[in-house]
């Protein structure tokens, strides 16, 4: 059993004594650990669209949201991570900050999403309020290919009825 354990020992010295086997072994490890927490934590890259201070820019952001089994979740997710703005601090955000999203209803490829009264301004910073929906709406459907069509409500009322649709 000892020389077993020695020979395995004397192996991984000579292996690893070796610059380029060592460094391969490492990147090997890093990729098992990366895909390890891709697939525990059930990540999922989102992209999300912003625009520049002057507003002639789009910006696209690229996020990692958890991923759930639910796809009315996952649009939720989505949703709150667009309302909390951008990463950037010389991004626009399209809503005005305090915006909340009420509820969430995803039903046969249709988002119906309410959001609180303050969604119905334009934001401080700058920007347009049916710009914002209509870059929350693209975004949605952009990000999940079976929703068919988004509808918005503010504060339990119908916003921009008939306004949207899918451009792609």
């Known amino acids: 059993m000892i020389a077993f354990i020695n020979t395995i020992v004397r192996s991984a010295i000579e292996f690893l004594a070796v ?42 952001e690229d996020r990692m949201l958890k991923r759930s089994r639910s796809r009315e979740v996952d649009i939720t997710r989505y949703t709150e991570e667009t309302l909390l703005g951008p990463a950037a601090p010389d ?48 975004g949605i459907l952009r990000n999940f290919s079976p929703v068919k069509d988004v509808r918005f409500f503010i504060d339990g009322h119908t916003a921009f009825a ?3 649709q899918k451009t792609y």
Request: proline fraction near 4%.
């Open 19 to 60: 610059k380029t086997k060592r460094r391969v072994l490492m990147l090997a490890l890093l990729a098992v650990i990366a895909l390890s927490e891709f697939l525990i934590f059930g990540l999922a890259r989102r992209t999300f669209v912003f625009y520049t201070i002057d507003n002639r820019e789009i910006v696209v």
């Open 91 to 138: 991004l626009l955000p399209l809503f005005p900050y305090g915006t909340r999203l009420k509820s969430l209803l995803y039903r046969d490829g249709v988002v119906y999403a309410d959001f609180s009264v303050d969604a119905a301004m334009p934001p401080v910073e700058g920007g347009s309020t049916i710009n914002s929906f209509h870059t929350l709406y693209d």
């Open 162 to 164: 008939g306004e949207f």
